[in-house]
């Protein structure tokens, strides 16, 4: 059974960091997708960021520039490092894995599966 455990959320001012983390476990970690997505009050979900086993990275272009996905096979975790946070990057933050084409080709075109709970990022001053 596929799960996923994010952490690292918390609140900082505009221009801080942070680094998300996601722990996964139920698949191999040789071959698969983890995608960031992330929900503000009354907006649907949007993809942030996505990496996958081929190599493959993904960024919306809200994020270019400013945040960095990264993974470790050997923990089975992948992080998304947050830099120059703005208010707008407020939001739920849920990592999702793709078992399916288990590629990042996925963003927008397939849903991701298998969900975590959220973690929650507050950037304010």
């Known amino acids: 059974d596929v799960q996923l455990q994010a952490s690292g959320g918390g609140s900082v001012q505009p221009g801080g960091s942070l680094r998300l983390s996601c722990a996964a476990s139920?698949?191999?970690?040789?071959?698969?997708?983890i995608a960031w997505f992330r929900q503000a009050p009354g907006k649907d979900s949007e993809g942030v960021s996505c990496?996958?086993?081929?190599?493959?990275?993904w960024y919306a272009d809200s994020v270019k520039g400013r945040f960095a996905i990264s993974s470790d096979t050997a923990k089975n975790t992948v992080y998304l490092q947050m830099n120059n946070l703005k208010p707008e990057d407020t939001a739920v933050y849920f990592c999702?894995?793709?078992?399916?084409?288990?590629?990042?080709?996925?963003?927008?075109?397939?849903?991701?599966?298998?969900w975590g709970q959220g973690t929650q990022v507050t950037v304010s001053s």
């Open positions: 139920g698949f191999t970690f040789d071959d698969y997708a």
């Open positions: 990496i996958d086993s081929d190599g493959s990275i």
């Open positions: 999702a894995a793709d078992t399916t084409w288990r590629s990042c080709r996925s963003m927008g075109v397939i849903p991701f599966a298998d």
